[in-house]
């Protein structure tokens, strides 16, 4: 018999590779991190023996979530201002809190919150847009969780950078820094078409070629800024963006409310990914995604819950719920997004956006072992017809009792066993109490 580090026994397996198959009794091995086999659970009996061995046999073992759109920190302003209408929010809430808390401290215990609640919902990787970017990173890293992490550029200044030479000066260091790390890889983040001019924009193209890396970038997503961009430059955001040269494989689109169907086209002929929020959009009133007509342009479209002060959780169940049901009032059709598909938007997509599809998004040999154990015998899962369905219309985010990065159990019966959730808890609501009282000062 072969040893491994560890096998897990579970009463289902979606692999989500090669289809929307879901293997019963089934086993998986994982050695050095990544996945050995997946075969039948009397199979692997008999082939493997493994000091550690986990019964899931009330479980669905799936690929580990990747939230393709996220802003960690601002996990610490989670329902600071709801209810209002977009430019209210933005002007009067929350630029307002990040001028004044924004810091390495803030993002530290921020990225902390965030990445406590991404692993407790079965999320393994998540792509990330903020400041002070080298530090979401290095909680990532010690966390053990998988992560893009955003070289913000924006043309104002902030308390990370005053310049757009300093954006990219410092989120240079950043990639220098982790080019070689096992969990953490890096992209562009130019925040969006309307605070970004055309130089950086250039400068970003060019060094996006030259690195290798991906664009992550607002695009679309309100009405309001599309008619700006025409009234400014007299060009919609996206012709905008084709006539710098970004509209690319490289190119990781955001939001994508307001669309035509040239601009569907000419993202398909670029091979665009698209990065959904479904949740965010609707909760700010910005505009449906065409979803539907996305991905039968051929254009790949992974999910993200975008941060917490306008969804206002990292619940990537909820995400793929949403998305699933939202595109078929949208186009009119319930046969629209189908749950595979929403759950292959949550996994394998959003690596494909990240250029890490051959790495982890489906269990496959030879991939990490990324993955998420999900329980499936409570009140709220009974009867159960098709486990795979039942994972994006009636379970949540409480069902996950298990999730592993890399082979290493992060999260272990519920139990956070890389991060101190009592310290998370107790920071976070030390700067609760502060954003709170100079909100309130604020806005009285």
Partial sequence: MQTVDTLL???????????????????????????????????????????????????????????????AAMSLLRGLADDLPLMDWLQKHIWPAEGRWVSEEFVHDGSLLAIAEMLRSGTTCFNDMYFFPEV????????GIRATVGMILIDFPSAYASDADE?????LALHDAYRSHPLIRTAFAPHAPYSVSDAPLDRVRVLADELDVPIHMHVHETAFEVEQ?????????????????????????????????????????????????????????????????LLDAGINVALGTDGAASNNDLDMFGEMRSAALLAKAVCGDAGAVTAYQALRMATLNGAQALGIADQTGSLIAGKWADLCAVRLDDIESTPLYHPLSQLVYASGRHQVSDVWVAGEHLLKERVLTSLDEADILARARQWQVRIAAADADANT
């Fill in 136 to 143: 979401t990173a290095r909680v990532a890293a010690t966390a």
């Fill in 229 to 293: 961009s025409v009234e400014q430059c007299g060009k919609r955001p996206l012709e905008r963006l084709q006539a710098l040269g970004v509209v690319s494989p490289a190119l990781l689109a955001v939001h994508m409310t307001q669309l035509t169907d040239e601009e569907i086209e000419l993202c398909a002929a670029g091979s665009v990914s698209v990065l959904h929020c479904p949740e965010s959009n609707l909760k700010l009133a910005s505009g449906f995604c065409p979803v539907q007509r």
């Fill in 167 to 171: 954006y990219l000066s410092k989120g």
């Fill in 9 to 71: 026994h579970a009463r289902w397996i979606i692999p989500i590779e090669p289809d929307d198959r879901v293997l019963i009794d089934h086993s998986l091995a994982i050695h050095e991190g990544r996945i050995a086999a997946i075969l039948p659970t009397a199979d692997a009996r008999q082939q493997y023996r493994s000091d550690t061995e986990l019964q899931l046999d009330k479980h669905a073992l799936i690929p580990g979530l990747i939230n393709a759109h996220t802003h």
